[in-house]
Nanobody
Framework: QVQLVESGGGLVQPGGSLRLSCAAS????????IGWFRQAPGKEREGISC????????YYADSVQGRFTIARDNAKNTVYLQMNSLKPEDTAVYYC???????????????????WGQGTQVTVSS
């Protein structure tokens, strides 16, 4: 079965850091455009960071630019989202998704395409 599993979420204080992981089974993430998305209560789902399968192109939403970094570890079949300088407004359920490598990073983060994981909760408080 094709599956994506997010992990690494939790409770963190403002200004702290977390690293989220998106691990794949049943397919190789190297061959896919990958995106990180989040949805906060009462808000629409937001594409926050996406990465291509080929040329390494990346996209970051303005809300996370300079604070979050997306990266691949091909040996572990995993994509990470390093989140620094976290703010309470970053509180959300975070999802990863994988799509056809023909999908550009812009299309991935705008149109929310592909196969999806179940999400991991990130809470920034106190």
């Amino acid at each position: 079965q094709v599956q994506l599993v997010e992990s690494g979420g939790g409770l963190v204080q403002p200004g702290g850091s977390l690293r989220l992981s998106c691990a794949a089974s049943g397919f190789t993430l190297n061959d896919y455009t990958i995106g990180w998305f989040r949805q906060a209560p009462g808000k629409e789902r937001e594409g926050i960071s996406c990465i291509s399968s080929s040329d390494g192109s990346t996209y970051y939403a303005d809300s996370v630019q300079g604070r979050f970094t997306i990266a691949r570890d091909n040996a572990k079949n995993t994509v990470y989202l390093q989140m620094n300088s976290l703010k309470p407004e970053d509180t959300a359920v975070y999802y990863c998704a994988a799509d056809n490598p023909a999908t550009t990073v812009q299309a991935m983060c705008v149109y929310h395409r592909g196969y999806w994981g179940q999400g991991t909760q990130v809470t920034v408080s106190s």
